[in-house]
């Protein structure tokens, strides 16, 4: 289970791939396999999180790293580029953005 | 603090809003009042998370609602666009799109 709080301080990269409807599934599994196989292992991962959308033409992953110096330490790492790569040859495009999480609103 | 798990079987809305990086902080204050004033009362309402990009070109809420059938309810309801037209008013454009949460990879 993975908790959204500001206290955190946690970078968070949304990453939204566009995809054919008929690779969305094929997709998830390569992100859950790049996931499990390599960046869960890296200081500073803390979570990752698939999403699909309902039409299936956009997978959204929804990242949490402890600071942007190990995501950008991971980023420069060429094991790493080879899960992007076969990720990036699924989609036919992605948009990485790096936030901060501001604002909680929650009825729990 | 917001929790996500498979398990709860929520919809997932991310409204990606591009923005003027002056604006950022207006349109983030915006969406506060919007979920606090409307959203947050609403049947099937569970959470808003709002997020700056480190550019401050984008803002994105990742929400939680209980169902798309809570969330269609509250989108047909003219009380609401109230604030989504303030909202888009800011924004330069913004891409709200439905998911699932598939999997949840994390160290905890």
Avoid at 29 to 43: F, I, N, Q, S
Wanted: charged share 20%; proline share 5%.
């Amino acid at each position: 289970m993975t908790t959204l709080d500001p206290a955190d301080g946690y970078l968070i990269l949304i990453n939204t791939f566009t995809v054919e409807p008929s690779k969305a599934e094929e997709l998830i599994a390569v992100l859950a396999r790049a996931t499990e196989a390599g960046m869960r292992h890296r200081p500073g991962f803390v979570s990752a999180n698939l999403h699909i959308s309902h039409d299936k033409r956009h997978v959204a992953n929804y990242a949490q790293w402890r600071s942007k110096g190990d995501l950008d330490a991971m980023m420069k790492d060429p094991a790493a580029h080879v899960h992007m790569r076969e990720a990036a040859s699924i989609a036919t495009s992605f948009s990485p953005i790096y936030y901060d999480l501001c604002e909680v609103h929650s009825v729990k």
